[in-house]
C-alpha cells in the first residue's frame, strides 16, 4: 500500500529531552511537509522539504529540526528549546498541489 | 494578518440545510485553494480543489473563488450528520513552496 507512515502513533517526553519524530513515504513524491496542530487549531508548518538535502522553515520552526538525507524519509526532531511541544504533528507529502498525510504522532510532555 | 483565515465556528446547521463556510487569504499571488476536511483525531482529506475563479462542483460540495476579493467558499449541500468535522481551507503561497492552511472551521450537522 502507498502512503505517509508516522511512528510513534503516541509520544511522551520529559522536559529537556530531544526526540525524533519519523515520516516516511513510498509514494515516490518530492515534497514534504511537517505541521503541528493544537487543539482547536487549524495546520501550522514547520518545516517543508522541496528535494533531498534542502529544506525551508515554515512559520513555526523555532525548537524544530529536520533532514532530508534519502527522498522517502523526513524525520522532525524537537528539540528541548521549543518550550511548548505538546501538540499533534502531522506529516505530509505533496505531489501535483495535493497533500497526502500520514495518521499523525501525537507528543505529551510529561 | 494571519496568510488565511477562517472563522472557527462551530457552524450548526440542520440535516438537509446547505452549510457554507469560508476562507480568505492574503496572499494576491496565490494560485491553488483546498479545502479538507478534518475528523477529530484523524488527520486532513482532500475534498475539493479549486484553480480559476468560479464555481466548480462535485458531487454534494460546490468550491466558489474569486480572486479579486482573495475569497474561496465551500458550499455543501443536503447536510449529512456524517459531514460534521473541521473544515481546513488551505493555500499555495506564490513564488514558494508554502502549503499553507486556515485554522479550520468546525461543522456540526444537526439530525
Known amino acids: 500500500d502507498g502512503g505517509i507512515t508516522q511512528s510513534p502513533k503516541y509520544l511522551f517526553r520529559k522536559e529537556g529531552q530531544n526526540v525524533t519524530l519519523s515520516c516516511e513515504q513510498n509514494l515516490n513524491h518530492d515534497a514534504m511537509y511537517w505541521y503541528r496542530q493544537d487543539p482547536g487549531q487549524g495546520l501550522r508548518l514547520i518545516y517543508y522539504s522541496q528535494i533531498v538535502n534542502d529544506f525551508q522553515k515554515g512559520d513555526i520552526a523555532e525548537g524544530y529540526s529536520v533532514s532530508r538525507e534519502k527522498k522517502e524519509s523526513f524525520p522532525l526532531t524537537v528539540t528541548s528549546a521549543q518550550k511548548n511541544p505538546t501538540a499533534f504533528y502531522l506529516c505530509?507529502?505533496?505531489?501535483?498541489?495535493?497533500?497526502?498525510f500520514g495518521q499523525g504522532t501525537r507528543l505529551t510532555v510529561v | 494578518q494571519k496568510e488565511v483565515e477562517q472563522n472557527s465556528g462551530p457552524l450548526s446547521v440542520p440535516e438537509g440545510a446547505i452549510a457554507s463556510l469560508n476562507c480568505t487569504y492574503s496572499d494576491r499571488g496565490s494560485q491553488s485553494f483546498f479545502w479538507y476536511r478534518q475528523y477529530s483525531g484523524k488527520s486532513p482529506e482532500l475534498i475539493m480543489s479549486?484553480?480559476?475563479?468560479g464555481d466548480k462542483e462535485d458531487g454534494r460540495f460546490t468550491a466558489q473563488l474569486n480572486k479579486a476579493s482573495q475569497y474561496v467558499s465551500l458550499l455543501i449541500r443536503d447536510s449529512q450528520p456524517s459531514d460534521s468535522a473541521t473544515y481546513l481551507c488551505?493555500?499555495?503561497?506564490?513564488?514558494?513552496?508554502?502549503?499553507?492552511f486556515g485554522t479550520g472551521t468546525r461543522l456540526k450537522v444537526l439530525a
Open positions: 479549486i484553480y480559476s475563479n
Open positions: 488551505a493555500v499555495t503561497s506564490s513564488g514558494t513552496y508554502k502549503y499553507i
Open positions: 505530509a507529502s505533496i505531489e501535483n498541489t495535493e497533500a497526502f
